[in-house]
């Protein structure tokens, strides 16, 4: 597609339920990113692949966010056992893989509640 | 660690009015600086970038110079719009770290701007 797709747009997921978010990168993008972003705040990254290899995950929060990019193009963000401070908005970038930090582009995220 | 700051907001302005949106930095290296604006509903857009000191970047009105002395990427746009009512939010990508600079980037908190006519 013309542009990062995210699904759902909206979830609401009741405490300890498991939740999956789904990134469609533009094709042929090399670089895709996650990002998490409280009310209020701006985007902390979460993680970082290059093709299928997770080469960071640095700033995933707990062992209950697992991250995977099996072919090299869909991502999922999988949280399991949902907490209220998961509720956030699920940023996914790709990339070409230029250097610098340019060449971005953004999903419209996720709004993740956790009630 | 790296870090940005943001000047705090929300900022309300009358259209036409000058904008200025502070922003400093801490950085570890050589850092690449940029300006996101989100609008209501739509995802993170770059708006502008400087890669590196004394560069200004511009796009649509708005600029901002990479001061290296003040640690600085201020926005700055001479009259401003309705329409450029958004979130904006200043980020750093370090441009070279050994060759593991891959693009990952520090934001600050954002600034909400309303532009009233």
């Known amino acids: 597609g013309a542009g990062v797709s995210q699904s759902p747009r909206y979830k609401v997921a009741k405490r300890g339920q498991d939740v999956a978010l789904r990134c469609d990168p533009i094709?042929?993008?090399?670089?895709l990113f996650w990002y998490q972003q409280a009310l209020g705040q701006g985007p902390e990254f979460l993680t970082y692949?290059?093709?299928?290899?997770?080469?960071?995950k640095s700033g995933l929060p707990s062992d209950r966010f697992f991250a995977e990019r099996p072919e090299g193009s869909v991502s999922t963000l999988k949280i399991q056992r949902t907490q209220q401070e998961d509720s956030a908005v699920y940023l996914c970038?790709?990339?070409?893989?230029?250097?610098?930090?340019?060449?971005?582009?953004f999903g419209s995220g996720t709004r993740l509640t956790v009630v | 660690g790296n870090s940005v700051t943001q000047m705090e907001g929300p900022v309300t302005l009358s259209e036409e009015a000058f904008l200025t949106i502070n922003c400093t930095y801490t950085?570890?290296?050589?850092?690449?600086l940029f300006w996101y604006v989100q609008y209501p509903g739509e995802g993170l857009q770059l708006l502008l970038k400087?890669?590196?000191?004394?560069d200004k970047g511009s796009n649509k009105g708005f600029e901002a110079t990479y001061r290296k002395e003040t640690t600085s990427f201020h926005l700055e746009k001479g009259s401003v719009q309705v329409s450029d009512s958004a979130v904006y939010f200043c980020?750093?990508?370090?441009?070279?770290?050994?060759?593991?600079?891959?693009?990952?980037?520090?934001f600050g908190q954002g600034t909400i701007l309303t532009v009233h006519p």
């Open positions: 970038a790709s990339s070409s893989g230029q250097p610098g930090g340019v060449g971005y582009t």
């Open positions: 094709s042929g993008h090399v670089s």
């Open positions: 692949f290059q093709n299928e290899a997770q080469l960071d």
């Open positions: 950085a570890t290296g050589y850092p690449s």
């Open positions: 400087a890669t590196k000191a004394d």
């Open positions: 980020a750093l990508t370090l441009a070279n770290a050994g060759g593991t600079s891959y693009g990952k980037l520090t």
